[in-house]
C-alpha cells in the first residue's frame, strides 16, 4: 500500500507494547494500569491531573492501546495506507536511570518488530532513554538509525529534566541531526494543577488536553527559539504534535517581544545571524494536522507551509464515546479540516494527506 500513488500516512498514532503495558501494570504511581473495584475494568492512569478521586480518574485501557493488529483495523477502517507509530506518553522519562537503556533498546526492537509484521504498512518514531545520560542517549541513536522501521524519535518536553533549551542537551541534538532522525515533539506534563483551579475535578481531561498540551508544546519550543537551538543545530528538524500547540498563532507576537526585548538586544541576541520564529517555523519546524478545524490547520498551514503539514489522528486517544466499531469523529474532524483548508484532491491535500511524510520520512522499503 505504501507504493500507491497518493497514500494516506498517519505519523501521530501510538502504541503501548505488551512489555510496557506489563511494566504500567506492576506500579502503583503515575505512570500506572489498575482496576477500581467494584469494576473490574483496567484504567490507565498518567496524568498528574487524572490520578484525582474522581469519574476522570485515567481512561479505559483496553487491546486498542497494546494489539497491532487493532492499530491495522483502525487503519483500513480509516483508509489509512501507512502509520508510524510512536510510544505514548510517558514513555520512558519516569524510569530509573541505571534501567533506562535496556528498556528503550527492548520497547524499541518490540516497536521495530511490530513494524515488520506489516511491511510497508508501519513505520515507527522510537523512544530515548532520557533518563540514562547523555552516552547511553546518543548510543541508542545509532542503533535507532539502523532499525529498518525506525524513521525518527518521539520526544517529551522535559529533555533531561530541566526542559529542551538545557545546554547539556545540544549533544543528543546534533547526533539526532548528524543521524538525520527528526525529533516528534508531544507534550505529556500540561500546566501546574494550580491554573485549573478549584472546581478542575467537575470538567474531565478537557482543561489539561485542550489547553495543557498545546500551551507546553508552545512553550517547550519558544524556550529552544530563545536558547538559540536552531543557531546552534541548524538542520534539526522536529514535527511538532497538535499542529505546534499554539506556535503558528502566537508566532507574530513572540517574535514581537523578542525584538522588544531590551535583555535580549544588551546580550547581543538580536544581531545579525539570528533566526527569526518564522524562519524556524519554515526551516526546522514541521507541524501535524491534528487541530480539528479548519481555522487552526489554516494557521498552521500559514506558518510553516503547505508542505511541511502532516495527517494524524492521535488514535487510539479520542474514541467515540459510544459505538466504538464505527468511524471515529476525531478522524473525519481532521480529514475534513485538511479538505476544507486545501481543497479536496489538490495537491496540497494530498501532501498533507500522506505526501509531505512519505517524502520527509522516507516512507518506502
Ligand atoms: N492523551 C494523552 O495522554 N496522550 C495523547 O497523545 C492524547 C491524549
Ligand atoms: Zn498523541
Known amino acids: 500500500m505504501a507504493t500507491t500513488k497518493s497514500p494516506v500516512v498517519d505519523i501521530h498514532t501510538h502504541v503501548y507494547p505488551p512489555s510496557y503495558i506489563e511494566l504500567l501494570k506492576s506500579r502503583d504511581a503515575i505512570p500506572y494500569i489498575r482496576s477500581f473495584p467494584p469494576s473490574p475494568a483496567l484504567r490507565l492512569v498518567i496524568l498528574p491531573a487524572e490520578d484525582t478521586e474522581s469519574t476522570s480518574r485515567g481512561r479505559p485501557v483496553g487491546p486498542e492501546y497494546y494489539d497491532i493488529t487493532k492499530k491495522i483495523e483502525f487503519m483500513d477502517r480509516h483508509s489509512i495506507d501507512v502509520s508510524v507509530i510512536s510510544l505514548a506518553n510517558p514513555w520512558l522519562d519516569w524510569v530509573p536511570a541505571a534501567e533506562a537503556g535496556k528498556a528503550a533498546e527492548g520497547i524499541n526492537n518490540e516497536v521495530n518488530e511490530e513494524c515488520g509484521r506489516y511491511p510497508g504498512r508501519l513505520f515507527a518514531f522510537g523512544t530515548l532513554p ?38 547539556e542537551l545540544l549533544p543528543i541534538f546534533q547526533a539526532l541531526q548528524d543521524a538525520k532522525l527528526p525529533i516528534f515533539l508531544h507534550p505529556h506534563y500540561g500546566l501546574p494543577g494550580s491554573v485549573w483551579g478549584e472546581r478542575a475535578n467537575e470538567y474531565g481531561h478537557v482543561l489539561p488536553l485542550a489547553l495543557g498540551f498545546p500551551l507546553e508544546t508552545t512553550i517547550a519550543v519558544t524556550r529552544m527559539i530563545l536558547s538559540g537551538v536552531f543557531e546552534k543545530v541548524p538542520e534539526l528538524q522536529m514535527i511538532l504534535a497538535h499542529s505546534g500547540g499554539t506556535l503558528p498563532f502566537l508566532a507574530g507576537r513572540i517574535e514581537s517581544c523578542i525584538e522588544h526585548d531590551a535583555h535580549l538586544k544588551a546580550e547581543g541576541k538580536l544581531g545579525k545571524g539570528r533566526k527569526t520564529v518564522w524562519d524556524v517555523l519554515k526551516k526546522n519546524i514541521y507541524l501535524d494536522a491534528v487541530i480539528y478545524s479548519e481555522v487552526g490547520l489554516k494557521a498552521a498551514i500559514q506558518a510553516s507551509g503547505q508542505d511541511r503539514i502532516m495527517f494524524g489522528t492521535d488514535h487510539p486517544f479520542f474514541p467515540p464515546l459510544e ?43
Open 130 to 167: 532520557l533518563s540514562g545520560g547523555k552516552d547511553v542517549i546518543v548510543k541508542e541513536i545509532a542503533r535507532l538509525k539502523e532499525l529498518k522501521y525506525m524513521r525518527g524519535i518521539i520526544l517529551g518536553t522535559t529533555g533531561l529534566g530541566k526542559g529542551l533549551d538545557d545546554l
Open 323 to 365: 459505538g466504538e466499531n464505527e468511524t471515529w469523529a476525531s478522524v473525519e474532524t481532521n480529514y475534513e479540516a485538511i479538505f476544507g483548508a486545501l481543497g479536496s484532491g489538490s495537491d496540497g491535500a494530498l501532501a498533507a494527506l500522506g505526501g509531505n511524510a512519505v517524502r520527509v520520512l522516507n516512507l518506502s522499503i
